[in-house]
């Protein structure tokens, strides 16, 4: 409740989560909503400018991109929120076990994901894609694999910095088992910080999932997909350059939106 | 230079915060004097302002601070409308600082040496090699050995208490006419603050400057100053000679925090406590400020704001009936039979229960040795002692004496390398959870920080009932009653059960924490720096309620603490520890006025020298029980 | 004080060096097992789908695939350590000059690109500090937020439009032709370098940001101020000292976001980096090539980490001390 009334103050956060508001309905509902299909050609209308019949105008195979604008956002959001529901829940159970059990087992924990954070997401992403298939499943499991350490750092530091309070140690002397201790005693309290992580990282998914489409190791055509379509788009950018443009903003204004909360979250 | 004025003087200064909360006054309508060569003592608990005062005069408040009146004279000048740049000629050259938290003071990238060379680098326009000859002087001024190489070596490298002789010699480096000391001593041990107070002692001979020493230590204050003022909620509520103001107060609330604070060399059975009231409840506009908790309030007390009237002999008070306060004089002894009566039936006095009883602890060659950087840093070694039934045994050391490992090894918090921990002869020589429910049932632990010691997403019934449920305190049923009960016995109200951690203050969530330890009538209690973190106001009533309850429960205490009064006045028996080790075990009347190991004499020498110079309230009548000992001479 | 240090900070870097090796062959092993242990047929892949099954067979032992995955581990790590990595499976040259020359090629991008980002970085970080709470504070803040997050592709695309397309003023295609000066280089390298640019600027600026807010806060600042020194000295001085010394690692790490970035950059701008070599190699599945690009990649990585932990350890004078064996 105390959020709410805060997002009342500021007006950025207000439309950023309008913006997400939208797209989330759209996601759902934009089979009600398009006006023409998504992978509908007509190839009488290639390469038209916006119009009144074609509100984004129309690409090299004539497909309306108001439509699969509106199409590509459920694979965009149910992706990247799979796989950071995923990731988070892979990272938070890392990082808790490594803070409660300290000593070897943390220390290889942390060595391991030092080793695997060392790396680009991308090249990592793009060369396991490559090898075992673009598919949605890979996706999100990938996604979820790169994305984990970030957040079981985290959650490690979140959970040692109460780790050494004394109503820890309280319940230490009344004899209380390390899961009670680490679930009813600490978890309440780091709640907050796990909001905010998984915010932070469905931007960083939604970052990665637009990438890897665009490289042609994530949704494969013809799935309307918002990188697919700006990755396809591009060697017509001179003649039509809104076949680029209109997903281009799309992935922008959703990102931006998510961000913007995230921030706002974290103060 | 002959002075025709003071040093410093403020006006009747006010500073305000910008708070979520709206506008928060930290200090009103303050005005003091510092002539060259004397010493003016600034004497507050937590939120009377007086950091903000040195801040104030230094013109460096946080960013939602400001000045919102008056003026601060320096010499002539006055130094509110002055720019920053203007400000930066005079700071560090005429007026000095020294903190309270010398290893946050000094930057930890450059060498301790040239932190003292720049300051001669920006005033004086030195070059290198002048300004580190004078940066030498200054650091063998301050007593540090081989000033040469002390020059070069980084913070980190040096000891709490060598920090502060550096952050010292910065501040006297170009012989300033205005020192303003902020807690100098605060968070070091007793016998590094000796050294350092005898520091100022010698340095004192050495300059004219005019010193503003800011503490809530009042016997530190005590024995620096010759005048004091003592803060209350940003105001000064009494101003004067220093014997004056400690020995005959003329305002309640100095009467009041002189009245709580436990007198040295005297114990618990020959005089309570007299804390303060708790000051809930805000005076309503335009009242005194001290209002709700005062004791000789009246009608106009609620009207009526008082100003800064004369009283006593040489004193200001703010207040009304300072006549009355000054004819009252020191507040007065309870006799120990007071005590018994309002403890209630069956407690007995004094000595405890039957101490033939066999021992409730019994403590074997426990040792406890930690590893780090490829070092062995031996924690405790072989201590050994017992502690029965009733009995208080107070365990006393400075930093690094491992009281607080033993505690713990003790508590099944840690687990000892070697040794074993024998309670009412069960072995519970293992971590707490391994030991039976009667075992942890019958051992509880009260710990120092407030802030950490409830968890702060749990509301206090789900502590307390927790706490019941764990150890299968008694019948389930009854719990709500119990809980009840509890919340009596340390003074808490039936509505705390609802709140969370955060909204009660920190006294308050140390008597719930209190109610925690007690709720399965422990045998024994730990109690580790219960009172440290506490006002001293706050530190009277939680030390009397942890009396009345160990006579009413019949508990024994293991008591840490680096306060030696705090020790003195509770103990029955002294442990004394140093670097691991137990250098002295023994009654407390003995330790305290015959010691045998040279440390405890060390120890106890650096308390009674700043104790013995204080002019305390005196006991109005000298209790004539057997355990009283006479206070060591002042030297 | 240097010298006595020294041979202890030496033995630190012999040792870090040394541990970074065994990662690096810990690495290998996994880049390899992940490269290798594929499904689908490289034979299908190298001869088309039509090809039979005993043409099929015949390629995978002709390439030796038919031997233990032990066998060709050290095969493959022998090989790469004397120098002989075998040829790309697609074009059928030898890899090794391949990589050096786009390696080469995304170096020059690279370091031209930190150049800018660095300064650029830094500097705007210690204004939003040293302005906090006030209107530059609030823009930069503002700004770097929505840089750090926006895809590299999007952005590059939006940079084409309107420099390339509406305003011809840079070519959209970073191809550069033979015997092009430097500045003419510098020409075609403007789009690419702003394009993956604000992700990294935008990381620096905030880190710097919250480093020189933490500093500017503590302790030994007030009393830099307090003993009367200069606002531009106690900055400098002290305050800088502190702040900027943790920016070295978090620069460090930029390196691999840079790294991931090339590989889009590259791809948008056409330019002949390793990252676009990386992403030809992954697109037909061409193993071995694969394996040494991620191979020298990680590690370019891991010696970055290390310079950066070296630095570090170097100016922060706790740490050295530890380091070259306690106090001095």
């Known amino acids: ?267 | 230079m002959t002075e025709a004025g003071p040093v410093l003087q403020v006006e009747d200064l006010s500073v305000d915060y910008r708070t979520g909360a709206g506008l928060v006054a930290a200090i009103r309508g303050v005005s003091l004097a510092i002539a060259s060569g004397e010493a003016v003592g600034l004497v507050g608990e937590s939120g009377s302002g007086k950091t903000t005062l040195g801040m104030a005069i230094m013109r460096y408040l946080p960013a939602n601070g400001q000045i919102t009146g008056g003026c601060i004279r320096y010499q002539d000048t006055d130094l509110v409308p002055l720019t920053q740049r203007e400000l930066s000629r005079i700071r560090g050259n005429h007026i000095a600082m020294v903190y309270q938290d010398p290893s946050g003071a000094l930057n930890p990238s450059l060498r301790a040496g040239e932190q003292i060379a720049e300051v001669y680098r920006a005033h004086l326009g030195l070059n290198r090699d002048e300004a580190r000859g004078r940066a030498e002087g200054m650091l063998e001024l301050v007593g540090l050995p081989e000033p040469h190489r002390a020059y070069d070596r980084y913070p980190h490298q040096f000891s709490g208490g060598q920090k502060q002789r550096i952050v010292i010699s910065m501040a006297l480096a170009m012989d300033p006419n205005l020192l303003i000391l902020d807690e100098p001593t605060t968070g070091l041990d007793v016998t590094v603050e000796s050294d350092i107070m005898q520091l100022f002692a010698d340095l004192r001979a050495k300059t004219s400057a005019a010193i503003l020493f800011i503490s809530h230590d009042i016997g530190l204050v005590a024995s620096v100053c010759e005048r004091v003022g003592v803060l209350y909620r940003g105001e000064l509520v009494e101003t004067g000679d220093t014997e004056g103001v400690f020995t005959h107060p003329t305002n309640p609330y100095t009467r009041g925090l002189l009245a709580c604070r436990v007198p040295p060399g005297v114990s618990k059975d020959s005089r309570r406590l007299e804390p303060l009231p708790s000051g809930d409840t805000d005076a309503p506009v335009g009242a005194c400020l001290f209002e709700p908790r005062c004791a000789f309030r009246k009608p106009r007390c609620r009207e009526q704001h008082p100003a800064l009237y004369p009283a006593g002999s040489s004193q200001h008070s703010r207040c009304f009936f300072h006549e009355e306060v000054a004819r009252a004089g020191p507040p007065t002894v309870t006799a120990s039979d007071g005590r018994a009566a309002v403890t209630g039936d069956g407690a007995a006095t004094g000595d405890g229960a039957a101490a033939g009883d066999g021992a409730l602890l019994e403590v074997r060659g426990l040792r406890k040795v930690f590893r780090a950087q490829g070092r062995d840093l031996v924690a405790v070694a072989d201590a050994a002692f017992t502690l029965g039934p009733g009995r208080i045994l107070g365990i006393v050391g400075e930093s690094g004496s491992g009281k607080t490992t033993l505690a713990r090894m003790i508590a099944g918090l840690e687990v000892p390398d070697d040794g074993e921990v024998i309670l009412s002869g069960v072995d519970v020589t293992k971590p707490a959870n391994k030991r039976s429910v009667a075992s942890r049932r019958s051992l509880q632990m009260v710990f120092q920080h407030p802030d950490g010691t409830l968890n702060p997403s749990h509301r206090i019934r789900q502590i307390l009932r927790r706490q019941m449920r764990k150890l299968d305190a008694g019948d389930v049923a009854r719990h709500d009653e119990t809980l009840a009960e509890l919340l009596r016995a340390v003074q808490l109200a039936p509505e705390h059960l609802d709140a969370r951690p955060r909204e009660l203050s920190g006294g308050q969530q140390q008597r719930v924490a209190i109610a925690r330890a007690f709720c399965t009538g422990p045998q024994l209690v730990i109690l580790d720096e219960p009172t440290s973190s506490l006002d001293v106001s706050v530190q009277a009533a939680i030390l009397n309620l942890l009396i009345d309850l160990q006579r009413r429960e019949q508990a024994s205490y293991l008591l840490i603490s680096h306060d030696l009064a705090v020790v003195r006045y509770l103990a029955d028996e002294i442990l004394v520890m140093h670097d691991g080790e137990i250098v002295e075990y023994g009654p407390a009347a003995d330790v305290f006025e015959s010691p045998q190991d040279p440390y405890t004499r060390t120890l106890l020498s650096a308390v009674t020298a700043r104790v013995g110079q204080a002019p305390l309230a005196a006991p109005a009548t000298q209790p004539e029980t057997a355990d009283e000992p006479r206070m060591p001479d002042p030297a | 004080m240097a010298g006595s240090a020294a041979p202890g900070l030496l033995r630190y870097f012999a040792k870090r060096l040394g541990v970074m090796l065994l990662l690096l062959t810990l690495v290998s092993v996994l880049i390899f097992a992940m490269v290798e242990i594929l499904p689908g047929d490289i034979g299908n892949l190298i001869l088309g789908q039509y090809a039979t099954a005993e043409n099929v067979e015949q390629v995978r032992r002709d390439l030796g695939l038919d031997r233990a995955l032990y066998v060709r581990y050290a095969d493959w790590m022998g090989g790469f350590l004397t120098g002989n990595w075998g040829d790309s499976w697609r074009l059928g040259t030898p890899i090794a000059p391949l990589i050096a020359g786009r390696l080469y090629n995304s170096l020059i991008l690279a370091s031209v690109a930190f150049t800018v980002i660095i300064p650029v970085g830094v500097a705007a970080g210690i204004a939003s500090a040293l302005r906090r709470g006030k209107l530059t504070d609030r823009v930069i803040n503002g700004v770097s937020v929505v840089s750090i997050t926006i895809p590299e592709f999007v952005s590059s695309m939006f940079l084409i439009l309107f420099f390339s397309l509406l305003l011809p003023w840079f070519p959209s295609s970073a191809r550069i032709p033979d015997g092009a000066g430097p500045l003419e280089t510098l020409w075609f390298l403007v789009l690419p370098i702003v394009a993956i640019s604000p992700v990294l600027v935008g990381y620096i600026a905030r880190t710097v940001r919250a480093s020189m807010v933490t500093e500017l806060e503590a302790d030994y600042t007030r009393t830099a101020v307090l003993k009367g020194l200069g606002f531009r000295t106690v900055i400098t001085r002290h305050v800088l000292r502190n702040a900027l010394l943790p920016a070295i690692t978090v620069i460090a790490n930029q390196i691999a976001w840079l790294i991931g970035g090339l590989v889009v950059i590259e791809n948008v701008f056409n330019y002949p980096g390793i990252g676009q070599l990386l992403l030809q190699a992954a697109l037909v599945q061409d193993v071995p090539l694969l394996e040494a690009i991620v191979l020298i990649l990680a590690a370019v990585l891991m010696l970055s980490n290390l310079a950066a932990d070296l630095l570090y350890t170097a100016f922060n004078p706790r740490v050295r001390a530890q380091v070259a064996g306690g106090a001095a």
């Open chain 1, 1 to 267: 409740m105390r959020h709410v009334r805060a997002l009342r103050h500021s007006p950025g956060v207000a439309m950023a989560l309008l913006v997400l508001l939208v797209w989330v309905v759209i996601a759902v509902f934009w089979p009600q909503l398009v006006p023409y299909g998504p992978t509908e050609q007509e190839l009488t209308s290639r390469y038209e400018p916006p119009s009144a019949q074609h509100w984004l105008g129309t690409d090299n195979l004539g497909r309306d991109i108001f439509s699969r604008i509106l199409a590509g956002s459920r694979s965009v959001l149910i992706v990247s929120v799979a796989s950071t529901t995923l990731g988070v829940a892979i990272g938070t159970a890392i990082g808790l076990c490594a803070a409660f059990y300290r000593g070897k087992v943390d220390e290889l924990l942390m060595r391991s994901l030092d080793l695997l954070m060392a790396f680009p997401i991308i090249v990592i992403a793009s060369v396991v894609l490559a090898m075992l298939g673009p598919s949605r499943l890979n996706l999100v499991v990938v996604i979820a694999v790169m994305l984990a350490p970030y957040n079981a750092r985290v959650v490690r530091s979140a959970v040692l910095s109460w780790r050494d309070r004394d109503f820890v140690a309280a319940a230490r002397m009344r004899g209380e088992s390390g899961a009670f201790i680490l679930f009813r005693e600490l978890l309440p309290n780091i709640v907050g910080t796990l909001n905010v992580e998984y915010t932070l990282r469905l931007a960083l998914s939604i970052f990665a999932v637009a990438t890897l489409s665009f490289l042609g190791f994530g949704i494969q055509p013809p799935t309307p997909d918002w990188g697919l379509m700006v990755s396809e788009g591009r060697p017509f950018y001179q003649i039509a350059p809104w076949v680029v443009v209109a997903p281009a903003a799309a992935i922008a204004s959703l990102i931006v939106a998510i961000n913007v909360v995230a921030q706002k979250l974290r103060s």
